[in-house]
């Protein structure tokens, strides 16, 4: 039977930021997490997710609002489906943009969100104008007086947190098992390498990891090289290249990973960003 499911993704040249409308019937996508702020809103049926530690199901006229690195999962709540409108916004540039935008921003701070999903109709028409303008490639001008919209609305959804900022809830074997994998994402790391480093046992380190990120050591070792892998691909390079700079056993093996996490192949995803012809 033929999926209903279907990704329209591109990716503005001048601020990296990604345009993506999609709908999906049943399972949507795996527990993963995105370098990037996630914005958008739900245009149809029940979009249900997983992110910190809660459920949330958003419809028709509600926004969603992902920080970087937060863990997150999809699936329809109902069998039509849902379908959504999401700008993945880098995070240096809205970062660079907001303090553009308030002279008052503290110093040694990141804009943080103020929930995850919000009910605001001035944002949802910021986002959809954004979008339109962006992925329909208008005049700069255009573009970048919808951005600035976006900002002026989304400020209101906004707070600025200490960039250092470690939430005291979490586990300190879980932060110096994340901090090693950021620092050895290209190697192959094992769990009682990974223990030996925290000090504690295999199993204590396993449940304090998944408590704290919502997943397990070794799939978020996969998430950060695929967050590596979506930004290598967007730059051009081929994705069997990819694969094997970043750790993965093969191209198909980063394939696997990529579609799980994301819905679409490493070469469709590179396609849509670039314009290059599928090189698999």
Known sequence: MKSSNWIDLKQDADTGIETIRAHFEGHAYDPHWHDSYLVGYTEQGVQRFNCGHQRYDSVPGKVILIEPGEVHDGEAASED?????????????????????????????????????????????????TFQTLHQHELRIVRQTALDYLLSQL??????????????????????????????LHEDVGLNELAMVTGVDRFRLNRAFKAAFGIAPHAYLVQLRLAQARRQLAAGKAPANVAVGLGFADQSHLGRWFKRAYGLTPAHYQQHCTGLPDRR
């Open 155 to 184: 400020s209101a959804h906004t707070h600025w947190r200490k960039r250092t900022e470690a939430n005291p809830r979490m586990p300190q074997v879980a932060l110096r098992a994340r901090d090693y994998l950021h620092a050895h």
């Open 81 to 129: 489906g849902f379908t959504y409108s999401m700008l993945y916004l880098d995070p240096g540039w809205m970062e660079r943009e907001l303090r553009g935008l308030f002279a008052d921003a503290p110093e040694h701070c990141v804009p943080g969100m103020s929930m995850t999903v919000a009910q605001s109709p001035e944002l949802i028409f910021a986002i959809a104008s």
